[in-house]
């Protein structure tokens, strides 16, 4: 139950998984402080941007990262740095892109572990918690809370289910 979270690689790009990722957790009002990162930008989707998660005054609970993968790590440094508790990597690019990804993969989850930052990810869709408002994902499907818990490796199982339940009226808590 994060009570912030911090987009990191947030975009205006209609494109972009970080414009997708940031939209939702304020189309969703989400009811934690949202904090824009990304330093190339003052300000995305109408809210202050931060050019780096240090630059960011207020403690951040989940670090949703959505940048290249050759840049996950640096950002997993930082996340230990500031302190950040738990991160969600949607970036691809990793152990599903040959040799050069797992060993990419292998450093974060090595940063991870020396930091105590637990993580999903990398290359998922990312969580919804429908009540707090929470869905720092790329999915379009905005669940009412219920009593139904979802989890699977697959993204595209998760979206279909979602779809399914919607006009059912159907909720998830997780």
Not at 61 to 76: E, G, Q, Y
Not at 124 to 150: D, E, K, Q, T, V
Request: glycine share 10%; aromatic share 4%.
């Amino acid at each position: 139950e994060p009570t912030s979270v911090a987009v990191v690689g947030a975009s205006e790009r209609d494109d972009a998984l970080g414009r997708v990722v940031l939209k939702n957790l304020i189309k969703n009002r989400y009811k934690g402080k949202i904090f824009p990162v990304n330093p190339a930008h003052e300000k995305v989707q109408g809210r202050r941007c931060y050019e780096s998660l240090s630059a960011i005054r207020d403690p951040v609970d989940l670090a949703v990262i959505v940048t290249p993968a050759a840049s996950v790590p640096k950002i997993m440094e930082e996340c230990g740095a500031c302190n950040v508790p738990a991160a969600i990597i949607i970036s691809a690019g990793f152990g599903e892109s040959g040799k050069a990804g797992q060993k990419l993969q292998d450093r974060v989850v090595r940063i991870a572990r020396r930091h105590g930052i637990r993580f999903l990810g990398p290359n998922c869709m990312g969580i919804l918690r429908p009540s707090i408002n929470l869905n720092a994902s790329f999915a379009n499907a905005h669940p009412p809370p219920g009593g139904i818990a979802l989890a699977s490796q697959s993204g595209a199982i998760c979206a279909a289910l979602m779809d399914w339940a919607a006009p059912r009226g159907i909720g998830f808590s997780n």
